[in-house]
């Protein structure tokens, strides 16, 4: 079975590289350029790992997160925090995200963070 990945962003062109990124890793890719009901985002389309913006319009990423991770049936989802923000390790732990990547990032980094964080989770 394929894999899901839940993309927050509100840069198009962010949204399109992290979607080829995991398409050529045969992943299935759902974005959303806020995170204005981020309960139900997530809830339909009940994602492997989830790529959040810190400054993504509505909750934002760590309010977003830190619903995510007091819900208990998404609590056990993989999110990924990312942000050009300086202080990114203290949002990330303060967001209770599994992890963080600062932009602009590498691509091979991007997918080898998701990837780990996927075998963790199995």
């Known amino acids: 079975m394929r894999n899901k990945i839940l993309i927050l962003d509100d840069d198009e062109d962010i949204l399109y590289f992290c979607s080829v990124v ?3 890793l045969d992943f ?3 974005s959303s350029p ?3 009901d981020i309960l139900e985002q997530v809830e339909n ?3 492997d790992i989830i790529l959040i913006d810190n ?3 509505g909750l934002g990423g760590v309010k977003a997160t830190q619903t995510l991770k007091s819900t208990p049936s998404l609590s056990e989802i993989p999110v990924i925090l990312f942000s050009a923000n300086s202080n990114l ?3 990330a732990e303060e967001a209770g995200a599994d992890s963080y990547l ?3 990032f590498d691509l ?3 997918e080898n963070l998701a990837l780990s964080l996927l075998r963790n989770k199995a």
Request: zero cysteines; glycine letters at 0%; hydrophobic letters at 40%.
């Open 89 to 91: 390790p203290t949002l």
């Open 55 to 57: 400054w993504i319009p």
């Open 28 to 30: 299935e890719v759902v």
């Open 34 to 36: 806020h995170s204005k």
């Open 102 to 104: 600062k932009k602009p």
């Open 22 to 24: 995991f398409e050529n």
């Open 108 to 110: 091979d980094e991007l």
């Open 45 to 47: 389309a009940m994602p």
